[in-house]
T-cell receptor
Framework: DAKTTQPPSMDCAEGRAANLPCNHSTISGNEYVYWYRQIHSQGPQYIIHGLKNNETNEMASLIITEDRKSSTLILPHATLRDTAVYYCIVRVGGSQGNLIFGKGTKLSVKP | GAVVSQHPSWVICKSGTSVKIECRSLDFQATTMFWYRQFPKQSLMLMATSNEGSKATYEQGVEKDKFLINHASLTLSTLTVTSAHPEDSSFYIC????????????FGSGTRLTVV
């Protein structure tokens, strides 16, 4: 699986959009971009995934650049409960193989 | 759907004793389960992968005789930390695949193990 690079930490004001970047310059054609988050002392939670097109669900939006070398997770209206570590993972889609976690981005949403 | 239950959520044990952690898929059959360990302020580290009915595959550096994994059914996997020592104190998390399609895996809520 391709390696990802994320900033170690970010702050966001409550109610504003949180934009979390991820670089994955070595991504291959059949690899998807997955995002998980881990709230303190809990198991990781799936957020969203995508291959080429931008994706949106009830939790977030995922913007993938045309060359697929980077992506941005967008939480449109961050709340205090969105404070967590966000992990960007690149892998072959579906339930194949294991998930390798990097260091992620610690997002702190402040009042 | 796709719920994974992990039990216990926390446990304190004496050095030298063994501790068993259970991971159950509640509404799907988990063909594969994964066990992770997470030390404070660090990321999740994969320990082993288990498929129902077969021996677990351990990551390099993980002692298979110390961390016994059993995946006897499609809904249950257990991790037993044998002869626990204080350095085994950590947050243990399981995940399961089998019912989530392209979403990947579902994680349990984790077990905080403290060895005193």
């Amino acid at each position: 699986d391709a390696k990802t690079t994320q900033p170690p930490s970010m702050d966001c004001a409550e109610g504003r959009a949180a934009n979390l970047p991820c670089n994955h310059s070595t991504i291959s054609g059949n690899e998807y971009v997955y995002w998980y988050r881990q709230i303190h002392s809990q198991g990781p939670q799936y957020i969203i995934h995508g291959l080429k097109n931008n994706e949106t669900n009830e939790m977030a939006s995922l913007i993938i650049t045309e060359d697929r070398k980077s992506s941005t997770l967008i939480l449109p209206h961050a709340t205090l409960r969105d404070t967590a570590v966000y992990y960007c993972i690149v892998r072959v889609g579906g339930s194949q193989g294991n998930l390798i976690f990097g260091k992620g981005t610690k997002l702190s949403v402040k009042p | 759907g796709a719920v994974v239950s992990q039990h216990p959520s926390w446990v304190i044990c004496k050095s030298g004793t063994s501790v068993k952690i259970e991971c159950r898929s509640l509404d799907f059959q988990a063909t594969t389960m994964f066990w992770y360990r997470q030390f404070p302020k660090q990321s999740l580290m994969l320990m082993a992968t288990s498929n129902e009915g077969s021996k677990a595959t351990y990551e390099q550096g993980v002692e298979k005789d110390k961390f016994l994994i059993n995946h006897a059914s499609l809904t249950l996997s257990t991790l037993t930390v044998t002869s626990a020592h204080p350095e085994d104190s950590s947050f243990y998390i399981c995940s399961a695949s089998g019912g989530q399609g392209m979403r990947g895996y579902t994680f349990g809520s984790g077990t905080r193990l403290t060895v005193v």
